[in-house]
């Protein structure tokens, strides 16, 4: 028989409250801070000073954690066993629940509990996809009742109803509508799935289950009456009808896939140089003495669709609480762009990605959030102190398990040279003077042509370029003192090989600077000879000094 939807009936909900203790495994320190989104400060303050002061936290305020916990899933596997002890005659579901009823089989519905590991990445105001893990598990719920016949004894045909049989025969888990994975039957099924295509594809988790139910049927017809009209002769006949229900309940979910690419070098002093570029959303990558943190935080919040269960049976329906509390865990941005730590170890040269104006969280959800456009970055360039050059390069991903780790060989290797700037003066004039600057690899020699590559020379605050054989003539206001200059080299990355800076000061003749040179130069000498004249005086006793005592 095919089944036709029906709609449950209203029901006043319950009170819903998240649990007041830790359970399944969850260590206390971080079972506290799980429940954000719950009425912070609801519990009174004698009952607040007689808790732990993680408990005290978490009753009080929201809290943040710098990566996704794994206590949700721990939490939401053993939850997830909580879903109440059920037989034929009711139906236990959310109030939300897509209901299905046939002839025998009413309020059958398939749910899902939590899809895991999984963050719901709150992008941006419209953007918040569901980013589940490649391989994972989904969980949820089934349940129906079975609705047997009255019998019928009256008149000369009686029919008897009774229940032989009724199973959840198979559960499943299609992914895109095609078979993932297939199970016995289960009121909690846990499902394995394995996600194909590319990260950050769509796919449609579905979980369906086949619901049967046997029946008897016995049916007694009169064939023979007496003269007062009592039945004689009864004939009787058995029949055993049956009902298949199929139900199903899906959930868009997002393929969360890290990966990263890049380029690395050695600086000449032994710094690491190093850009990774990523294919999503990332927490971050580490170095050898410090790393690069995204502008991510997370909490972990139940789904309140779960807070009530429905009863549903011939009676009617009631609401109760549930004792089944599902986490999910949420990423949000806290931080208008990557932040390097230690600040001393670690610098940030660029930051390439787009502004992205920041979500707002659930109105019952009390932490700090952005108010500016934040950098959604995909790619980060750093230089970093290094005792030795890393052998892989490590990301981490806003969904818990999934990271990136690339040997260093692969990423793309950029030979960094250290450069040899001179300045000289080729004319000057009381108001001018004319400088050539000389640009050059300061291993091979080879001149540095800026013109035809990123970076640039600055002499005196102007920007002027070298050309192919690494000089440039340039005349500029003549300043008091000397003439500066220094090269601001590109982006290593951008224009191989790379190469650091170096700077370089020609004192100017006539100047002041000249002079006290000078000075100094013939200064120095007389210095030092007067000195030991006076230590000779004084140890001789000759009476010598001063040298003038005599003219």
């Given at each position: 028989?095919?089944?036709?939807?029906?709609a449950?009936t209203?029901?006043?909900?319950?009170?819903?409250h998240?649990p007041?203790?830790?359970?399944?495994?969850?260590p206390e320190e971080?079972f506290h801070?799980?429940w954000?989104?719950?009425?912070?400060?609801?519990?009174d303050?004698?009952?607040l000073?007689?808790?732990s002061?993680?408990?005290?936290l978490?009753?009080g305020?929201?809290?943040p954690?710098?990566?996704?916990?794994?206590?949700?899933?721990?939490w939401?596997?053993?939850?997830?066993?909580?879903?109440?002890?059920?037989?034929?005659?009711?139906?236990?579901?959310?109030?939300?629940a897509?209901?299905?009823?046939?002839?025998?089989i009413?309020?059958?519905?398939?749910?899902?509990?939590?899809?895991?590991?999984?963050?719901?990445?709150?992008l941006?105001p419209s953007?918040q996809p569901l980013?589940?893990a490649?391989?994972?598990?989904?969980r949820?719920?089934?349940d129906?009742?079975?609705?047997?016949?009255?019998d019928?004894?009256?008149?000369?045909?009686?029919?008897?109803?009774?229940?032989e049989?009724h199973q959840i025969?198979?559960t499943?888990?299609l992914?895109?509508g095609d078979?993932?994975?297939?199970?016995?039957?289960?009121h909690?099924?846990?499902?394995?799935y394995?996600?194909?295509?590319?990260?950050g594809?769509?796919?449609?988790?579905?979980?369906?289950a086949?619901?049967?139910?046997r029946l008897?049927?016995e049916?007694e017809?009169c064939?023979?009456?007496?003269?007062?009209?009592?039945?004689?002769?009864?004939?009787?006949?058995v029949?055993?009808?049956t009902?298949?229900v199929?139900?199903?309940?899906s959930?868009e979910?997002?393929k969360?896939?890290l990966?990263?690419?890049?380029?690395?070098?050695e600086y000449p002093?032994?710094?690491?140089?190093?850009?990774?570029?990523k294919n999503?959303?990332?927490?971050?990558?580490?170095?050898?003495?410090g790393?690069?943190r995204?502008v991510w935080r997370?909490y972990?919040a139940r789904?309140?669709?779960w807070?009530?269960l429905?009863?549903?049976s011939?009676?009617?329906?009631?609401?109760a609480h549930?004792?089944l509390?599902?986490?999910?865990?949420?990423?949000y941005?806290?931080e208008?762009?990557?932040?390097p730590?230690p600040r001393?170890?670690?610098?940030?040269l660029?930051?390439y990605?787009?502004s992205?104006s920041p979500?707002t969280?659930?109105?019952?959800v009390?932490?700090?959030?952005?108010t500016?456009?934040?950098?959604?970055?995909?790619?980060i360039?750093t230089?970093?102190?290094?005792?030795?050059?890393?052998e892989?390069?490590?990301?981490?991903?806003?969904?818990?398990?999934?990271?990136?780790?690339?040997?260093?060989?692969?990423f793309?290797?950029?030979?960094i040279?250290?450069?040899n700037?001179?300045?000289?003066?080729?004319n000057?004039?009381e108001?001018?003077v004319t400088?050539r600057?000389?640009l050059?690899n300061a291993?091979t020699?080879a001149?540095i042509?800026?013109?035809?590559?990123?970076g640039?020379v600055v002499?005196?605050?102007q920007?002027?370029?070298t050309t192919?054989?690494?000089?440039?003539?340039t005349t500029?206001?003549?300043?008091?003192?000397?003439?500066?200059?220094r090269?601001?080299?590109?982006h290593?990355w951008l224009?191989?090989p790379?190469?650091t800076?170096?700077?370089d000061?020609?004192?100017?003749?006539?100047?002041?600077?000249?002079?006290v040179?000078?000075?100094?130069?013939?200064g120095?000498?007389?210095?030092l000879f007067?000195?030991?004249?006076?230590?000779i005086?004084?140890?001789?006793?000759?009476?010598i000094?001063?040298?003038?005592?005599?003219?």
């Amino acid at each position: 028989m095919s089944a036709v939807l029906v709609a449950s009936t209203a029901a006043v909900p319950a009170v819903a409250h998240p649990p007041n203790s830790t359970d399944h495994g969850v260590p206390e320190e971080t079972f506290h801070k799980l429940w954000s989104g719950d009425q912070d400060g609801a519990t009174d303050g004698a009952n607040l000073s007689n808790g732990s002061a993680v408990e005290q936290l978490g009753k009080g305020t929201d809290v943040p954690f710098d990566s996704p916990p794994r206590a949700v899933e721990r939490w939401n596997r053993g939850d997830h066993q909580e879903f109440p002890a059920t037989n034929s005659s009711v139906s236990i579901h959310p109030p939300d629940a897509d209901l299905s009823s046939g002839q025998f089989i009413k309020e059958a519905y398939t749910e899902v509990f939590a899809v895991q590991p999984s963050t719901r990445a709150r992008l941006s105001p419209s953007r918040q996809p569901l980013y589940v893990a490649p391989d994972g598990t989904l969980r949820g719920t089934v349940d129906y009742r079975v609705a047997v016949p009255p019998d019928d004894t009256s008149g000369d045909r009686r029919v008897y109803w009774s229940l032989e049989s009724h199973q959840i025969e198979e559960t499943k888990l299609l992914v895109d509508g095609d078979e993932e994975t297939t199970a016995g039957g289960s009121h909690t099924p846990a499902l394995s799935y394995s996600l194909d295509g590319y990260a950050g594809e769509d796919h449609q988790l579905t979980l369906q289950a086949n619901i049967s139910v046997r029946l008897r049927k016995e049916v007694e017809t009169c064939t023979a009456h007496n003269d007062e009209g009592d039945c004689t002769n009864w004939e009787s006949s058995v029949s055993y009808p049956t009902e298949n229900v199929t139900v199903t309940d899906s959930i868009e979910v997002t393929k969360y896939d890290l990966a990263v690419s890049g380029f690395i070098a050695e600086y000449p002093n032994g710094d690491l140089g190093l850009v990774v570029y990523k294919n999503q959303p990332w927490l971050g990558y580490q170095l050898p003495n410090g790393d690069v943190r995204g502008v991510w935080r997370f909490y972990s919040a139940r789904d309140k669709d779960w807070d009530t269960l429905v009863y549903s049976s011939d009676d009617g329906q009631r609401t109760a609480h549930s004792p089944l509390h599902p986490l999910q865990v949420n990423a949000y941005p806290i931080e208008t762009g990557p932040t390097p730590s230690p600040r001393r170890n670690v610098t940030i040269l660029d930051v390439y990605g787009t502004s992205t104006s920041p979500p707002t969280l659930p109105s019952n959800v009390h932490l700090d959030v952005l108010t500016e456009p934040y950098t959604a970055s995909y790619g980060i360039a750093t230089r970093a102190t290094a005792d030795e050059q890393p052998e892989t390069v490590r990301a981490w991903g806003l969904v818990r398990g999934v990271e990136a780790e690339r040997p260093a060989d692969e990423f793309a290797r950029i030979q960094i040279y250290e450069s040899n700037l001179t300045v000289e003066v080729v004319n000057q004039t009381e108001d001018t003077v004319t400088v050539r600057v000389i640009l050059q690899n300061a291993n091979t020699g080879a001149p540095i042509n800026t013109d035809e590559r990123d970076g640039y020379v600055v002499v005196n605050g102007q920007r002027v370029n070298t050309t192919g054989n690494g000089t440039v003539t340039t005349t500029i206001e003549r300043p008091p003192g000397g003439v500066s200059a220094r090269y601001e080299p590109g982006h290593w990355w951008l224009n191989p090989p790379g190469y650091t800076g170096d700077s370089d000061t020609v004192l100017l003749q006539g100047s002041v600077l000249q002079i006290v040179s000078t000075l100094f130069r013939i200064g120095v000498p007389v210095s030092l000879f007067l000195l030991a004249v006076f230590f000779i005086d004084r140890i001789t006793g000759w009476r010598i000094w001063p040298p003038w005592r005599s003219l």
